[in-house]
Structure formats: structure tokens, C-alpha cells
């Protein structure tokens, strides 16, 4: 079965009385190549993660290669669609749940035991930073976090400091993993089409993190608190986040060879560890 022709996409949906759910992100891939390239990405060996299988044209080429497959999706109306879809597939298994909910800590556990797991998807785009932030936040012990966003949204995941799309997603990003552009893939390349060009975005997860800083907690602190307000300086935005005179904080940032009229949106995570751990030290907890 070809579920990458708009042919087959629209003999499904006549089947099934399938409609596409806009507010569900369901933009369907039609490319082959795109597949491929998402599934030889996530360097499967083992287990694979899918989140939003849809009809699950990335599912089966995802099966082909993997020793086993969970897909979540949410829809339930897709759960008796992919039983057509997959039935030669005996080694899927879908969940229905929330890929914004689902415990996938205790899922790698009970499904993948013994099994390099990678993620792979092309997510619903009305929940895109929210899931990554959550794949990557939950430390998941998986190899590479593979998905299809939005442009935009890949630009900001590898933004350098100092770039207009460099921000917070972009130090919780690439303090955990590596990321970078896999492929550019045209709207015309989904149905429906969607406004905006995607990308496939490889995240391969790191063992220690990309920097050393003594309190990770305090670290995204100070990098939320620098990227709160963009037009402020970095000095303006932590003295609205931290109880520490605005005379002393200046100097503590000069410790820490950052300049106090420096945009938050300049310092690359060297600099925000260094000013993290000189902070540390004020707050007493060393
Ligand atoms: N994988 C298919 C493909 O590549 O053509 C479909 C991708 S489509 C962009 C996103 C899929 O995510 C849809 O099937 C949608 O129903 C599903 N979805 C939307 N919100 C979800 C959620 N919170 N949890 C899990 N799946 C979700």
C-alpha cells in the first residue's frame, strides 16, 4: 500500500469517512524521500518511537526497519484506520493517547526493554515546541529525537547566540543534544497543504550535557529570565528575576566577563554556565 500517493490518501478517507482535523495538526506526508530521510536520521537500532502516526505512511517505513514500533496518536478515529493500514505490519504497536500526557519514561520501559530507541515524527504543528521541549526535558533514554516541524521552528532549535532566532528552545535544545537540518521539505509536499515549509530536524541526544554548569536548575533559570524580555538588557532582566542588588549583580556578571549591557540573546551556553555558576556562589548554596 502506497500511502505517500494523494490517490490512496483520498481512497482511505472515502473508506473510513475520514476528514482531516486542522486543530489536530493533520498535515500528511507525501514524499518518499522525506521518509527516508526522517527514518535514516533516527539511525533505528531497535525500537522506534512515532508520535502522530496519522494514516501511518512514516509507520511502515519506520517498521521495515526496526525491531519493534509504538506510535501514539491521539485521534481515535486514526485507530481503526491504521489496523488497515498496518495489518502487515506485526511489529507496530499503537497507542491511543497524548503524546502531550503520555508518560514515555515508563512506555520505553514497558515496551523497549533492552532496545536502543530512537523518536521519530512529523509532528502536529499546533504543539510542535511543547513536545520537544518535553522529549527533551524528560532526559528519555533514546538515541536521536527526529522530527518534522515547522521551518521556523528547526531554525530557532539551531540557532547560534547573537541570530534573531536564537532563544530559549534553542539553549534547552542544544544543551541536551546535537541538532541540526536534516532536510527543507515543501509545503506542496503534504495534504493538506500547510502555510508554511517544514524541515526535518535530527536531535542526536547527548551523554553529558553540551556544558558543565553546578546547578542545572539555576542554569535555565537565568535563561529564561534572559530571553523574558528581549529589548531589556540582560542586567534589567535578571534583576527582575533574582533578589540581588542591581550594583552588585553588574559586578557579578563583570566575574563572569560578561558585560552587564550585553542582550541575553547574545550569550552562548559557555556564557550563560559561567554566569549560572558565578550567581551559584552569591546565592550561598556552594
Ligand atoms: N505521521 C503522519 C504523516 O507523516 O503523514 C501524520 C503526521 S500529522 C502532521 C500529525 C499527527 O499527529 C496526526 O495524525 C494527528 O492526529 C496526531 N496528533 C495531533 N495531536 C496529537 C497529540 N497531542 N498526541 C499524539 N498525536 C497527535
Same mark, same amino acid.
Given at each position: 500500500?502506497?500511502?505517500?500517493?494523494?490517490?490512496?490518501?483520498?481512497?482511505?478517507?472515502?473508506?473510513?469517512?475520514?476528514?482531516?482535523?486542522?486543530?489536530?495538526?493533520?498535515?500528511?506526508?507525501?514524499?518518499?524521500?522525506?521518509?527516508?530521510?526522517?527514518?535514516?536520521?533516527?539511525?533505528?537500532?531497535?525500537?522506534?518511537?512515532?508520535?502522530?502516526?496519522?494514516?501511518?505512511?512514516?509507520?511502515?517505513?519506520?517498521?521495515?526497519?526496526?525491531?519493534?514500533?509504538?506510535?501514539?496518536?491521539?485521534?481515535? =478515529? @486514526? &485507530? +481503526?484506520?491504521?489496523?488497515?493500514?498496518?495489518?502487515?505490519?506485526?511489529? #507496530?504497536?499503537?497507542?491511543? !493517547? /497524548?503524546?502531550?500526557?503520555?508518560?514515555?519514561?515508563?512506555?520505553?520501559?514497558?515496551?523497549?526493554?533492552?532496545?536502543?530507541?530512537?523518536?521519530?515524527?512529523?509532528?502536529?504543528?499546533?504543539?510542535?515546541?511543547?513536545?520537544?521541549? =518535553? @522529549? &527533551? +526535558?524528560?532526559?528519555?533514554?533514546?538515541?536521536?529525537?527526529?522530527?518534522? #516541524?515547522?521551518?521556523?521552528? !528547526? /531554525?530557532?532549535?539551531?540557532?547560534?547566540?547573537?541570530?534573531?532566532?536564537?532563544?530559549?528552545?534553542?539553549?534547552?535544545?542544544?544543551?541536551?543534544?546535537?541538532?541540526?537540518?536534516?532536510?527543507?521539505?515543501?509545503?506542496?509536499?503534504?495534504?493538506?497543504?500547510?502555510?508554511?515549509?517544514?524541515?526535518?530536524?535530527?536531535?542526536?541526544?547527548?551523554?553529558?550535557?553540551?556544558?558543565?554548569?553546578?546547578?542545572?536548575?539555576?542554569?535555565?533559570?537565568?535563561?529564561?529570565?534572559?530571553?523574558?524580555?528581549?529589548?531589556?538588557?540582560?542586567?534589567?532582566?535578571?534583576?527582575?528575576?533574582?533578589?540581588?542588588?542591581?550594583?552588585?549583580?553588574?559586578?557579578?556578571?563583570?566575574?563572569?566577563?560578561?558585560?552587564?549591557?550585553?542582550?541575553?540573546?547574545?550569550?552562548?551556553?559557555?556564557?550563560?554556565?559561567?554566569?549560572?555558576?558565578?550567581?551559584?556562589?552569591?546565592?550561598?548554596?556552594?
Amino acid at each position: 500500500m502506497d500511502l505517500t500517493s494523494p490517490k490512496t490518501i483520498r481512497e482511505i478517507q472515502s473508506r473510513f469517512g475520514f476528514t482531516f482535523k486542522k486543530g489536530l495538526g493533520q498535515n500528511f506526508l507525501t514524499s518518499r524521500d522525506v521518509l527516508v530521510k526522517i527514518a535514516d536520521a533516527a539511525e533505528i537500532d531497535g525500537g522506534v518511537i512515532e508520535i502522530g502516526p496519522g494514516f501511518g505512511v512514516l509507520t511502515r517505513e519506520l517498521c521495515e526497519r526496526a525491531e519493534k514500533v509504538v506510535a501514539v496518536e491521539l485521534d481515535e =478515529r @486514526l &485507530i +481503526e484506520v491504521l489496523g488497515f493500514t498496518l495489518a502487515d505490519c506485526p511489529n #507496530v504497536k499503537i497507542i491511543r !493517547a /497524548d503524546a502531550m500526557k503520555i508518560d514515555f519514561k515508563a512506555l520505553i520501559a514497558e515496551e523497549f526493554a533492552g532496545m536502543n530507541v530512537s523518536v521519530a515524527a512529523n509532528l502536529p504543528y499546533y504543539i510542535t515546541t511543547p513536545i520537544i521541549t =518535553r @522529549l &527533551i +526535558e524528560d532526559r528519555l533514554d533514546v538515541k536521536n529525537i527526529v522530527v518534522m #516541524v515547522q521551518k521556523e521552528v !528547526a /531554525d530557532r532549535l539551531c540557532a547560534k547566540a547573537g541570530t534573531k532566532d536564537y532563544g530559549a528552545i534553542s539553549v534547552l535544545c542544544q544543551y541536551f543534544t546535537k541538532p541540526e537540518i536534516a532536510a527543507i521539505v515543501p509545503s506542496d509536499l503534504f495534504v493538506p497543504r500547510p502555510k508554511v515549509d517544514s524541515a526535518v530536524v535530527k536531535m542526536r541526544v547527548l551523554e553529558d550535557a553540551s556544558v558543565k554548569t553546578k546547578d542545572e536548575k539555576l542554569f535555565f533559570r537565568i535563561v529564561k529570565a534572559a530571553f523574558s524580555q528581549r529589548r531589556k538588557t540582560l542586567l534589567n532582566c535578571l534583576s527582575s528575576a533574582f533578589p540581588i542588588e542591581k550594583d552588585e549583580l553588574a559586578r557579578l556578571m563583570e566575574n563572569a566577563g560578561i558585560s552587564p549591557r550585553r542582550r541575553g540573546e547574545t550569550l552562548n551556553l559557555n556564557e550563560f554556565a559561567l554566569l549560572s555558576d558565578t550567581i551559584l556562589k552569591r546565592l550561598g548554596r556552594e
